[in-house]
Each structure stands twice: as C-alpha cells, then as structure tokens.
C-alpha cells in the first residue's frame, strides 16, 4: 500500500520537472495534460482502495460485535452447563468462548490497524490532491505564457510586415484610383438625375397636349 502512495506521489513531484524540461519546447499544455490525466487516474485508484479499506472496518467491526455476542452467550450457557454438571457441555461451552474472544481480539486489532492505514491513506490522498492543485496551477502558468508567446510573435510578423510592406505601397495610385471611382459616381448620380427631370418634362408636355385636345 505505502510502494503505491510513493510511487504516485514521486512520479508527480518528480517526474514533472523531467516532463516540462524535456518537453517545454514540443507541446508543455498538451504533455501536461497528459501527465494530469495520468495521476489523476491513479489518484482514483487510490481513493477507491480507501472506500474498500473503510467496508473491511465497517465489517471488521460488525465481525468483532458477532463475536463478543457469542462470546457472552456462551459464558452464560457454560454457567448454566457448570451448575448442571455436564462435562459435556463445560467443554464445548468453554471452548467457544476461548474462540469467540480470540476471535474478537484478533477484529480489534485488524480494527486498529485498519483504521490506522486508513489515516495514513488519508493523509497520502491529501498530499496528492495538493500536488495535482500545484499541477494545475503550472499548467495555468504555462497556458498563460504560451498564449503571450503566440500572440508576440504575431505582432513581431505584422510590426515586419508592415515594415516590410508599406515602403513598397503606392497610395497615390490608390487615392487616384479612389478618386475616378468618386467622380464616376458623381457623374453616373448627376446623369440620372438629369434623364429623370428630361423625362418627367416630357410626361407634363404630354399630359399639357392631352389636356387641349
């Protein structure tokens, strides 16, 4: 039991410094990641041994009280097989409390080091989650400057782009360009406007020749 704690709380302690020096420059969130799934897999492990260890007091306890019980009912059949005389019965009686009370000795003890291995498991289960809490914290760090190297580098190509680029940009060309545009709108605009008025003057001289025949 103690071989799986220290084996779990070594790979996250020191195997992570191994993992992030030797893959800090491939992918650091994705091999983190990687590394968290795995100790958290083996955390549940561990915390699924700790549910067991609790059924095994629990039924430890209930096969302590089953003992005591007969232990005591036996003690009141061997007084009652003593004051009958039967030998018989004396032996088989005091034979099973000499049983019953080996047998719940032998549950208290399993009961006390149980439950100490319980608190121990306990205290190796806190230890790891507070490991895996400084694992996330890392990796939050990391996603961090990460995402700050990205974004950098990004605005080191575009500052070198335009630096690049725009020396070679002809914005007269483009303001030239711009204008022709402007002015064939204007002048597209203004030729509607006219053939418009042309052609309501020519609706009022019809109407107007309508009118005086």
């Known amino acids: 039991m103690k071989n799986l704690f ?8 020191a195997d992570l410094h191994g993992l992030l020096d030797e893959k800090e420059q491939q992918n650091p969130i ?5 590394f968290i799934k795995q100790s958290e897999s083996e955390l549940s492990k561990v915390r699924a041994l700790l549910e067991r260890h609790y059924s095994l007091r629990t039924k430890f306890q209930v096969e302590r009280e089953s003992a005591i019980q007969m232990m005591i009912k036996r003690e009141e ?9 039967s030998e018989e019965l004396i032996k088989r009686a005091s034979d099973d409390v000499n049983f019953y009370k080996e047998q719940a000795e032998k549950f208290a003890t399993l009961i006390t080091k149980t439950e100490d291995e319980v608190n121990f498991m306990h205290e190796q289960v806190n230890q790891i989650e507070k490991k895996l809490k400084e694992l996330h914290t890392k990796k939050y760090d990391l996603m961090s400057r990460q995402n700050m190297a990205h974004a950098t580098k990004k605005i080191n190509e575009t500052h070198h782009l335009l630096n690049s680029k725009m020396p070679s940009i ?3 060309y ?4 711009i204008r ?3 002015l064939r709108v204007r002048s597209e605009f203004d030729l509607q406007s006219f053939d418009y008025k042309i052609e309501q003057l020519k609706k009022d001289l ?7 025949a």
């Open 6 to 13: 220290t084996r779990i709380k070594n790979q996250i302690s």
């Open 30 to 34: 994705s091999q983190l990641n990687y």
């Open 77 to 85: 059949q061997l007084k009652v097989a003593t004051e009958a005389g």
């Open 170 to 172: 002809d914005f007269n």
């Open 174 to 177: 483009f303001e030239k360009q």
């Open 180 to 182: 022709d545009l402007e």
């Open 206 to 212: 019809q109407n107007g020749f309508k009118k005086e």
